[in-house]
């Protein structure tokens, strides 16, 4: 993936550093290996925010932060791939992980409604909890893994591609000097 379209999107390591929200860090945001646009900097980063958006836990991103200065791969990237679990479709990635869980574990799986209600989360997810982690753990790491190998392979590609088309500017360079 070209580093200028990554780039693009992401925050420079000054502006992450400014941020007066995460001061309390002090110096661990000045690792350069934080906001390295490489091909292991990213793929970790991926499979970072990929893993970290299955997890049915409040906090995604800081866990994202946490993981990415733990791993040393771009923070900023990581971050933001936590939403890929956003309000629409969490629904459907914490429902299919419930139902994974469920048939992995072999436990019948419980019929509920959703409610946002302090009573539901206090009655309810004491029910379903273990079905659910247990299968958004088992799909956090393996899309984390698809992610991780998915975005080394078009790194890859992206290097061999630019490599061949410097060769062919190369020859008709030749080609116009004879």
């Given at each position: 993936?070209?580093?200028?379209?990554?780039?693009?999107?992401?925050?420079?390591?000054?502006?992450?550093?400014?941020?007066?929200?995460?001061k309390f860090l002090g110096t661990?945001?000045?690792?350069?290996?934080?906001?390295?646009?490489?091909?292991?900097?990213?793929?970790?980063?991926?499979?970072?925010?990929?893993?970290?958006?299955?997890?049915?836990?409040?906090?995604?991103?800081?866990?994202?932060?946490?993981?990415?200065?733990?791993?040393?791969?771009?923070?900023?990237?990581?971050?933001?791939?936590?939403?890929?679990?956003?309000?629409?479709?969490?629904?459907?990635?914490?429902?299919?992980?419930?139902?994974?869980?469920?048939?992995?574990l072999g436990t019948p799986p419980?019929?509920?409604?959703?409610?946002?209600?302090?009573?539901?989360?206090?009655?309810?997810?004491?029910?379903?909890?273990?079905?659910?982690?247990?299968?958004?753990?088992?799909?956090?790491?393996?899309?984390?893994?698809?992610?991780?190998?998915?975005?080394?392979?078009?790194?890859?590609?992206?290097?061999?591609?630019?490599?061949?088309?410097?060769?062919?500017?190369?020859?008709?360079?030749?080609?116009?000097?004879?």
């Amino acid at each position: 993936m070209p580093k200028s379209v990554i780039r693009r999107w992401l925050p420079t390591p000054e502006q992450v550093r400014s941020n007066n929200g995460l001061k309390f860090l002090g110096t661990l945001l000045h690792d350069p290996n934080l906001f390295h646009l490489n091909r292991h900097s990213v793929s970790v980063a991926f499979a970072v925010g990929v893993f970290t958006a299955f997890l049915p836990l409040p906090g995604q991103m800081i866990i994202a932060a946490l993981l990415a200065l733990w791993f040393r791969c771009n923070l900023p990237l990581s971050m933001a791939l936590v939403w890929i679990s956003n309000p629409v479709t969490m629904p459907a990635i914490f429902y299919s992980t419930y139902k994974l869980g469920a048939w992995m574990l072999g436990t019948p799986p419980v019929q509920f409604e959703i409610e946002l209600s302090w009573e539901w989360l206090t009655e309810e997810v004491g029910r379903i909890w273990l079905p659910l982690f247990f299968g958004s753990l088992i799909s956090g790491i393996f899309f984390a893994t698809i992610a991780y190998f998915v975005m080394q392979a078009i790194w890859r590609w992206q290097v061999v591609k630019r490599w061949k088309s410097r060769l062919e500017q190369r020859k008709a360079q030749l080609d116009q000097l004879n």
